[in-house]
């Protein structure tokens, strides 16, 4: 594993499976650092994969937009956290346009907040053309509430652009809330 993940780090491989041969044809990754797995992060993919009948696997990018690159030794630390619990994938887009030109047809969970990151222009310059891009690819994302600044917010709550509603699909808080965050369980 060790020297296809030095290939994966270096760019010479854009994703590896793990346990797993292929690529399920729907399905439905919920990406993250998973430093550590929750089960915040195991409630979410079982709501995505309940609401769309997609199925669901861990998506972790050993690149990430707000974070320095991952070691070969953290991939293998956070990969033995998925053992036996659910397969992955590991890739090297930091993004999600780049997961989605990556995973054509991809559906992606997520939570309130991460929604807000990927319709902010603190991220991404045209946003509009952005989530052109992802309807061209069949790409939606199924988003939960989150605690957000003190109080529980939903999509219903967010401001998108006009004629881009159809790609976020609602998690309702009956189905899934989990009010957990790694960064809160690692400053404990």
């Keep these: ?18 346990g797993r041969d292929d690529l399920p044809r729907h399905v439905i990754l919920i990406p993250g650092s998973f430093n550590p797995l929750h089960a915040g ?16 696997l861990f998506e972790l990018s050993v690149t990430n937009v707000d974070k320095p690159p991952l070691t070969i ?13 659910r397969k992955a994938i590991l890739s090297s887009a930091p993004t999600f346009l780049e997961k989605a030109e990556l995973f054509p047809g991809a559906w992606f969970a997520m939570g309130y907040d991460t929604a807000i990151r990927l ?43 006009a004629g881009f509603e159809e790609l976020f699909i609602p998690i309702s808080e009956s189905l899934f809330r989990e009010d957990i965050s790694s960064t809160a369980l690692r400053n404990k």
């Design 41 to 56: 992060h195991e409630g979410l993919l079982m709501a995505a994969e309940k609401i769309t009948n997609r199925e669901g």
């Design 1 to 18: 594993m060790k020297g296809v993940l030095h290939q994966l780090i270096a760019g010479e491989l854009p994703y590896i499976l793990v």
């Design 119 to 161: 319709l902010s222009s603190e991220y991404h310059d045209d946003v509009p053309t952005m989530l052109k891009r992802f309807q061209d690819l069949k790409t939606r994302f199924v988003v939960a509430g989150r605690l957000h600044h003190g109080e529980f917010q939903e999509l219903n709550e967010m401001e998108m652009p």
């Design 73 to 85: 030794g953290d991939v293998e630390r956070r990969l033995l956290q998925l053992k036996g619990r």
